[in-house]
C-alpha cells in the first residue's frame, strides 16, 4: 500500500515537471533584453529611417547594456524587411524601425502583399516630418510651380526617383502628380540613398524624400529643394518655399518613423521598449540631431501610436476605393 502510494507521488512529480519543461515561458520586461537585438531597417544605408535606427538603437544599446544590431533590407519598397519582421519570432528581439511605406503602402496595394498591416504590433512613434523634392542643381526649375511648367512643357521626360514602389514618398510623387495634372516618370530604387545619389549625379532630374536624408547634400550644393509639402516651411531649408505657398494644393504629405514588432509580442515587452524608447527622445542629443534634420520628436504610447496607423490606413483604403490610387 505505501510502496503503491510512492509509486504514484512519483509519478505525479514527474508529470508535474514534464508539464513545467513545456509550458511556455512567462516574458517579462526584467528578462528583456538579455542578448542581442536586430533593429532591421527596411531601406538601403542614408535613408532617414536608417539614420534615426542607428542613433537611437546606440542609445538603446547604452539602456539596456546589449548590442542593438541594424540590419539594412532594402528593396520592394520597404516589403522585403517588414515581411522579415512580420514573420520573425514575436520575443522583442527582432524589431522594424520604419514609416508609412512598408507597415501600411505596402501591405495594402499590393495584391501580393505576403504580410497585412495587423502582422506588426506598433510600439512608439518616434517622429515625423513633411516630404520634400530635390534635384539636381542643374535642372532648369527652382521649385516646384517652375517644374510643374516644365514637366508639362517635357510629358514623360522629368524623371523623379524615390525609395521604392509603394514607399510613401513614392505615393507623395504621385498625389503631386495627380494635383497638378503632370506626366513625370516614376523612378524606383531600393532604398532613398541610392536615388539621391542619381540625382546628384544628373542621372534623374530629382527625387522625392525628407530632410533627413536629404539636408547635408543640400547644404553641400549638391542638391536644391524645390518645395515642402506642408503648410508651413521647414526650419532646416529655410528658404524652400511650401506648395501652397506656390499655389499647389491637395499635394501634402509627410513621413512619419515609428517602431514596431511582429504581431503578437508580449506586452510587456511592447510597454518596456515603448518606455526606453521615449526615454532616448528625451536625450539632449537626440534632440538635437532631430532638430538638424528636420525632424519633430513624437513619443507617446503603444496606443497612440496604433490610431495614428489606423488613421493612415484608413486614408489610404478611401484612397484606394475612391480610384485615387490602385492596387497592383
Not at 511556455?24 to 531597417?41: E, G, N, Y
Not at 509603394?166 to 494635383?179: Q, W, Y
Request: glycine share 10%; charged share 20%; aromatic share 4%.
Amino acid at each position: 500500500m505505501l510502496r503503491s502510494a510512492r509509486k504514484r507521488s512519483a509519478f505525479l512529480r514527474a508529470l508535474i515537471v514534464l508539464a513545467v519543461s513545456f509550458a511556455p515561458a512567462v516574458v517579462t520586461a526584467a528578462d528583456f533584453p538579455s542578448r542581442v537585438v536586430r533593429l532591421i531597417v527596411p531601406f538601403a544605408p542614408g535613408a532617414s529611417t536608417d539614420l534615426v535606427a542607428r542613433l537611437i538603437g546606440q542609445k538603446l544599446s547604452i539602456e539596456w547594456g546589449q548590442a542593438v544590431i541594424v540590419e539594412n533590407r532594402g528593396g520592394a519598397g520597404g516589403g522585403i524587411g517588414a515581411d522579415a519582421v512580420a514573420k520573425a519570432e514575436p520575443d522583442g528581439y527582432t524589431l522594424l524601425l520604419t514609416n508609412q511605406g512598408p507597415h501600411i503602402l505596402n501591405a495594402l496595394l499590393r495584391k501580393d502583399a505576403p504580410y497585412t498591416v495587423d502582422d506588426l504590433a506598433p510600439i512608439v512613434e518616434i517622429g515625423s516630418t513633411p516630404l520634400i523634392i530635390v534635384a539636381n542643381p542643374k535642372f532648369p526649375p527652382n521649385d516646384v510651380k517652375e517644374l510643374v511648367d516644365y514637366a508639362k512643357a517635357h510629358p514623360g521626360k522629368v524623371h523623379i526617383g524615390s525609395s521604392g514602389t509603394n514607399s510613401n514618398v513614392h505615393i507623395g510623387l504621385e498625389i503631386l502628380k495627380s494635383a497638378t495634372g503632370t506626366d513625370m516618370v516614376h523612378v524606383p530604387y531600393r532604398g532613398t540613398g541610392p536615388s539621391l545619389n542619381d540625382a546628384v549625379a544628373g542621372t534623374i532630374e530629382g527625387a522625392y524624400t525628407t530632410t533627413v536624408s536629404a539636408v547635408g547634400l543640400v547644404e553641400a550644393g549638391r542638391l536644391k529643394v524645390l518645395g515642402v509639402a506642408a503648410g508651413k516651411r521647414v526650419a532646416v531649408v529655410p528658404k524652400a518655399p511650401t506648395y501652397r505657398e506656390q499655389g499647389i494644393t491637395g499635394a501634402d504629405s509627410d513621413l512619419w518613423i515609428g517602431l514596431v514588432a511582429p504581431a503578437k509580442t508580449p506586452k510587456a515587452i511592447i510597454d518596456k521598449v515603448n518606455r526606453d524608447v521615449n526615454k532616448a527622445l528625451q536625450d539632449t542629443e537626440v534632440r538635437r540631431r532631430f532638430a538638424e534634420w528636420g525632424l519633430e520628436v513624437e513619443g507617446g504610447t503603444p496606443e497612440d501610436f496604433a490610431k495614428v496607423v489606423k488613421t493612415e490606413a484608413e486614408r489610404i483604403r478611401a484612397l484606394v476605393a475612391a480610384n485615387k490610387l490602385q492596387v497592383e
